[in-house]
């Protein structure tokens, strides 16, 4: 995905836009990370707290304040211009340390440091008001992951026996198909998975980033890691080493809105290389049985 097709606006150009709306803010636990979502209107609050139900509330005293505002336009990328079945349009761009992101229906500016943002909403919904707020919401993930010394990955997850295993893989590798079959277990996510780095340790934790999995129940606890795989689909079920040469690079090619950014943090590879160093990553053949798990628990 190209992320400097379409340059995001300057941080200036927010300053003349007006509030989205006068509703109630709202916060949002993302893996113990809040986000305070402030000025929304009626029907977007209803919406986000429909969609996040299960993630409401938090420490709102530690919470990253997000100015939600009306763009006064109905797009910042025209759909026209996209070519039907071409990757998302999602730009990156920096002011100093202000991180700048743009899309269809949204741009903003994200400023880990200060723990504050601002939004703005287009006004057609093309792309829904709800999965711009996520689209936002995901890319402050990823860089607040970076500051405390984690990861947001494209990753599947599953906790089971009390840790938490992660199941790397590029769209199509079959992370969702890995979650729907596992026989044990339960799935924390098929799509993006929040690796967070306290106390020293790696700890996975439950977002409502959770793919298309619709089974089970939503998870917001967090879990030690466990061990870290690279998937691929088999006849049968198998774990390889990874050479040692390839591990932190396949760690990066699932890192998404901060894999091209090495240049602009250098924590990007070290929290990565760290992550690798605590749980080495592994090759994982696995078939459509579910039973991947008998050769985990042999080779532990």
Known sequence: MDLNRYPPPPRSFFSELSERGSAPSLAI?????????????EALRESLSGRYSHFLGGDESEAFQ??????GRDHFVAPEVVEWGNPHPLSIGWEGQVLLVQSFG????????????????????YEKSTWCVENYLRVCTAWRAV???GALLHAA????KGKGYLFLGASGSGKSTLAATSRSGEVISDDLTLVRRQGGAFHVAGTPFRGTYQGGRPIRDTFPVGDLFRIFKSASNRVEPCPRNHAVADLLAAAPFVVDQLTQDSRILSNLKALEAAHPLSYLHFSLDGNFWD??????
């Open 147 to 149: 500051e405390e010394g």
């Open 29 to 41: 636990d993302i893996g113990g990370l809040v986000f305070q979502l402030n000025h929304p209107d």
């Open 157 to 160: 997850s599953l906790v089971r």
């Open 66 to 71: 997000i100015r939600l505002l009306d763009a």
């Open 106 to 125: 949204f741009a903003g500016w994200i400023e880990i440091g200060g723990m504050r943002g601002e939004l703005a909403l287009g006004r057609d919904e």
């Open 295 to 300: 050769v985990l628990d042999s080779t532990d």
